[in-house]
């Protein structure tokens, strides 16, 4: 885990049931407003459908589903975060997008242990801002084809680090 | 360097055709010359550009073969199976090198292989001390003799290719024509000297007077009064020494272009943005054209219709580009056949047809590791043994037939055996011992699938062939993958027979789109036979299975919208698509049939992704993602959402 994080990475933060969250820019290839998502019958809950981005088809998944968090309306400030790993290309919904931040590696500590079971594993690290606190995920864990993965509830997670 | 490999890939596949050929030769008394002259040009080719790639392994071992095969053309030894072996081991190896070379790892070794060879060059090279001597086969001095009767001189023409003579259009064509304006040509065949070069000789009946010498010169012949072989062989003319050079016998014909698939991938991509776009600009102008003025209208439909047309030239003549003929994968599969029955003690013939058939390049890779494993299982599982085919009372050499053919807009290719049929009990008991429940006798379809599922196999120990469990699932997922489809027949003591139907073109297709329960889809216009309607009351239930009425029987329905788990419109009529043939027969049924249209496949490979119903994905102009049926898939998961709604209705029950 070490190894992904950097002496001072970028990260895209965005918003989660009124928490934030951060991916490294690396894995980030552009944001898109969300339009039309089309249904894929028959694909895991979490898949809202497929949507063309730039040519190609990218699964969208619903973040809010995935951590176990009750599905939300889809608002003007709804963003699409496409992401590539390896040779995937997956959008990521999520509730809002707006901040572009380097993270200095000594502000981030890894995942407490208690949190580094099976909800864990998508955990990077948990970084501090000043008195903000922000999620660091590990991408490739998000979007593997896993049964839903337990949602460690913010406030828990909070708790536990402060 | 991928022109190297490239380059080396062509001369592999023409060595594997030529060993086709050779193999019929084993135990004859002596090889086809053509064949063996075709085989000693690849490797000497081989030889050269493995010299230039600095595989120095490589060129020794190319080297060692083109003696050998030097040493065959040379004499009238009798080509053994062994020597055939040793051919076949050569190729192996050479591309194994080439291989390791590709994945920058060590070359395999070859001392071994190289002692073999020259066990077989020991013969002594008596023919090849006298270069200009004829060694016409057996029969030739007959008619030799018959035409000297008949009053006719006998002529020899040496032809000597050259670089400097196929600049000029002279080859080996134009010096039999040249020969044949002469006379009768009693003999041809071509000579290799010492040295390699390679020169032609045809031995004529013709008039006491053959005209110009000079001219002949020109053509690159040497005209000789023919010399009987005991006689002491002429002395050639220095002249054609001069003609000698470096170049190879053969020019490859400079009128081939090859080109980086990706670049064609790129023109294909952008040719599917065009049609989306032309797509969009005939539904705007349908759209704006009551606004118009009737002429104006009328004019702007003309040139979109012209604008279509043309469109759909390029991409015919764009998609003419990436085809070659399934002859390259083909080629391989006689080898495969014969170790195989080597190692299983059968006897089997390979029937292949259809090889000029032609496919996109794409498929054409990603269909070799499927049929490899369709003839693997044929062999293995098919076909019975030799004692079994004969207590059977059938021919103790069994056949397997490959078969290649172009239907409209798809390529069909079955692989058929004659053994002895799938064995429905194994099947049924594996899948049972799997905890799948199956039906007595599982039709075809249903069959295929339970082979298909990945880890079943009948096989208790995995032996070389198959019997690993994982090839079906990996042939059907390839097929279904390419939007082909598999079909499956078996006759118990007649055979099985697989059936794959493909594409010719992955890129853009024709289309029907549909809508099922307020969505749209698209369905491959190759894979629906016919579009019916049905009315509700015509919908009868049958058993758990929905049918209506269609020619003599009953057609089997899915619908869509409650395979999807969507709310179908409630109409008066609904369109029925016919997929499948025969007995496999399926009705799809939709809500509505909105048109047809070309469009742009997009393959869908995430795993988020793998429903199994859907083939890809598409736009119609307007953005918005349109999913593809995959007709195999529509079947399958129908069948399965059966088996659910079977088991919750017994834990009703």
Known sequence: MAETLREADSYILFELAGTAYGVPSRDVQHMEMIEHITPVPNASPHVDGVVFSRGEVVPAVNLRLRFGFPKAESTLSSRLIIVRIGPRKVGLIVDAAREFRRIAADTIQPPHESITGLSGSYLAGIAKLGDRVVLLLNISEVINNGNEILSPAPERSLAETT | ?653
């Open chain 2, 1 to 653: 360097m991928d022109d190297f490999y490239a380059e080396c890939d062509e001369h592999f596949g023409e060595i594997r055709g030529a060993l086709i050929h050779l193999e019929s030769a084993i135990d004859q008394r002596v090889p086809d010359s053509t064949t063996l002259l075709r085989l000693f040009r690849s490797f000497h080719s081989l030889k050269g550009i493995f010299g230039m790639a600095g595989l120095q392994v490589a060129e020794t071992l190319a080297h060692r073969t083109e003696d050998y095969l030097r040493s065959l053309t040379g004499h009238q030894t009798v080509f053994s199976g062994d020597g055939f072996d040793a051919l076949t081991g050569a190729t192996e190896r050479l591309e194994q090198i080439v291989v390791a070379h590709r994945q920058g790892q060590p070359p395999p070794d070859i001392s071994a292989l190289l002692d073999e060879i020259q066990k077989r060059i020991e013969s002594p090279r008596a023919g090849a001390s006298a270069p200009n001597g004829l060694s016409p086969s057996n029969g030739v001095q007959e008619r030799v003799q018959e035409a000297q009767r008949h009053g006719l001189t006998i002529w020899h023409c040496l032809f000597e290719p050259s670089q400097a003579l196929s600049e000029q259009g002279k080859n080996v064509n134009s010096a039999r024509a040249r020969a044949e304006a002469l006379g009768e040509i009693l003999h041809s065949a071509p000579k290799i000297e010492t040295g390699g070069k390679i020169l032609f000789e045809f031995v004529v009946a013709g008039p006491a007077d053959p005209g110009d010498a000079a001219e002949w010169k020109q053509e690159g012949i040497a005209l000789q009064p023919y010399v009987a072989p005991l006689a002491p062989p002429p002395t050639r003319s220095a002249p054609q020494r001069v003609a000698e050079s470096a170049a190879p016998a053969f020019v490859a014909p400079s009128h081939i272009v090859r080109v980086d698939l990706t670049r064609l991938d790129e023109l294909m991509r952008i040719m599917g943005d065009m049609v989306v776009h032309r797509a969009r600009l005939e539904e705007i102008s349908t759209r704006i054209s009551t606004h118009l003025p009737t002429a104006e209208a009328r004019s702007l439909q003309e040139i979109n219709a012209a604008f279509g047309r043309e469109l759909r030239n390029l991409r015919d003549g764009l998609m003419r580009v990436r085809l070659v003929s399934i002859g390259e994968i083909f080629q391989r599969l006689p080898f495969v056949v014969r170790d195989l029955a080597r190692e299983t003690g059968k006897k089997i013939r390979l029937a292949v047809s259809g090889q000029e058939t032609e496919i996109d390049k794409y498929l054409v890779e990603r269909l070799k590791d499927p049929l490899l494993h369709l003839v693997r299982n044929a062999v293995c599982h098919g076909l019975e043994t030799l004692e079994e085919r004969i207590a059977a009372g059938k021919s103790p050499e069994a056949t397997i037939t490959l078969r290649a053919s172009t239907i409209g807009e798809s390529v069909v290719i079955e692989v058929a055996d004659d053994g002895r049929g799938m064995d429905e009990r194994a099947i049924v008991g594996r899948a049972r011992a799997s905890g799948i429940s199956v039906t007595d006798h599982p039709d075809a379809i249903h069959l295929l699938e339970l082979i298909s599922r990945p880890g079943f196999s009948t096989r208790d120990e995995a032996d070389r062939g198959a019997g690993r469990g994982v090839g079906m699932a990996a042939v059907m997922n390839t097929v279904n993958e390419m939007g082909g489809e598999i079909i499956l027949r078996t006759d118990p003591g007649k055979g099985v027979t697989f059936t794959l139907r493909l594409p010719l073109t992955l890129a853009i297709a024709d289309a029907l789109i549909i809508a099922a329960g307020g969505q749209r889809f698209a369905m491959p216009q190759s894979l629906v036979q016919e579009i019916t309607t049905a009315e509700p009351a015509a919908i009868k239930q049958l058993e758990r299975n929905e049918v209506m009425p269609w020619r003599n029987g009953v057609l089997p329905l899915i619908r869509l919208a409650s395979l999807f788990g969507l709310t179908a419109e409630s109409r008066r009529e609904f369109p029925v698509l016919v997929i499948g043939t025969g007995l496999s027969a399926v009705g799809i049924v939709a809500d509505r049939l909105l048109g047809q249209r070309e469009i742009v496949v997009r393959s869908v490979n995430d795993p988020l992704l793998k429903v199994p119903a859907i083939a890809g994905a598409t736009e119609l102009g307007d953005g918005r993602a349109v999913l593809i049926l995959d007709s195999n898939g529509l079947i399958q998961s129908a069948r399965q959402h059966k088996d659910r709604r079977e088991m919750k209705g017994a834990n009703y029950g």
